[in-house]
């Protein structure tokens, strides 16, 4: 994992801790947070944040926060979002796009 990498895995940490736990609110958890590293060098960050105790329950369906991001050599960061209207996946690039949109529920 190159400097920019182990940076941006930090930097995502963060913003999940802040944003997806709506401020560390007490009632929030983050569920698995995983970090993979390809033979090809781009490092997959897997996130799922919700409700404590929320397992069994419809919140574990309706109000967790799923994020898959891949993060590139020079700390580039790249998702996807699913758009029901033109049915197909939308490319998100950049730090903004990836974690103000590349989320799913």
Not at 21 to 34: A, P
């Amino acid at each position: 994992m190159t400097k920019y990498q182990e940076k941006a895995v930090e930097r995502i940490k963060r913003y999940i801790e802040e944003h997806d736990l709506h401020g560390n609110d007490e009632r929030y958890e983050i569920k698995e947070f995983s970090v993979e590293e390809t033979d090809y060098g781009t490092v997959i960050v897997y996130s799922v944040t919700g409700l404590k105790d929320d397992e069994g329950t419809m919140a574990a369906i309706f109000c967790r926060r799923r994020r898959l991001i891949f993060i590139g050599v020079r700390g580039g960061l790249r998702s996807q979002k699913w758009d029901p209207k033109k049915k197909k996946y939308i490319d998100l690039k950049g730090w903004s796009d990836v974690m103000i949109y590349g989320y799913s529920h």
